[in-house]
């Protein structure tokens, strides 16, 4: 268990709606990274928030928004589904705002499933 | 940009050695190892620095070449729980002070009896 918390695990939705993503961090950690996973392909990066603040942005869609809360929570907001959106959301998360020489821990994921 | 890593896929019965390569355009600072069992959550393995400073959790080894700004991951006598797909990950500091931590597409590895 790597202490990250992601609901829900499992999601069908139809195209065009909306759906909201949420993750737990470790306790401690300020650092909440977003991932999308398409069927058998790599971990895409989304988006990174820190203490309640974007810091790093990768190549999400317009459709495509977080945040993260005071409690550091994160959620992922995703509207106008496509099919081409069903995918595995991961969120990982790490104590510091460069992390890179630091570890992720990543969250068990929701799977999206787009109708 | 992200890593590009090699081989795609591998197969290997018990007992036997791989390597896995993973490349980047761009200069780092670290790479970052993970593995990643079918629908499950990528797992860390371990991190590799500048300077030769690496932190890990398993018994797996790894090297990095600053200059030629590549890693490879060895796996040596390899067990069934071995199989997964690996993935590198190389971060990049982005404008805002944060970090992009950038995976390659991963290299499926079978352990077979």
């Known amino acids: 268990d790597s202490g990250v918390t992601q609901t829900p695990k499992h999601l069908i939705t139809a195209t065009g709606q909306r759906v909201t993503l949420r993750c737990s961090p470790r306790?401690?950690?300020?650092?909440v990274y977003w991932y999308q996973q398409s069927l058998d392909q790599g971990l895409q990066f989304l988006i990174q928030?820190?203490?309640?603040?974007?810091?790093a942005k990768g190549n999400i869609l317009e459709r495509f928004s977080a945040q993260q809360f005071p409690d550091l929570h994160s959620e992922l907001n995703l509207s106008s589904l496509e099919l081409g959106d069903s995918a595995l959301y991961f969120c990982?998360?790490?104590?510091?705002?460069?992390?890179?020489?630091?570890?992720?821990?990543f969250g068990q994921g929701t799977r999206l499933t787009v109708v | 940009q992200q890593p590009v890593q090699s081989p795609q896929a591998v197969i290997l019965r018990e007992g036997e050695d791989a390597v896995i390569n993973c490349s980047s355009s761009?200069?780092?600072?670290?790479v970052h190892w993970y593995r990643q069992k079918h629908g499950e959550a990528p797992v860390f393995l371990m991190i590799?620095?500048?300077?030769?400073e690496q932190k890990g959790h398993e018994k797996i080894s790894a090297s990095f070449n600053e200059k030629k700004q590549q890693s490879s991951l060895y796996l040596t006598a390899s067990q069934l729980s071995y199989s997964g797909t690996y993935f590198c990950?190389?971060?990049?500091?982005?404008?805002?002070?944060?970090?992009?931590?950038?995976f390659g597409g991963g290299t499926r590895l079978m352990v077979k009896p």
């Open positions: 990982a998360s790490s104590p510091y705002l460069r992390g890179d020489d630091t570890e992720a821990f």
């Open positions: 928030y820190y203490n309640g603040e974007e810091r």
């Open positions: 761009k200069a780092l600072y670290s």
């Open positions: 990950g190389t971060p990049r500091l982005h404008n805002n002070a944060g970090n992009m931590l950038t």
């Open positions: 306790s401690g950690d300020l650092s």
């Open positions: 590799l620095l500048k300077g030769g």
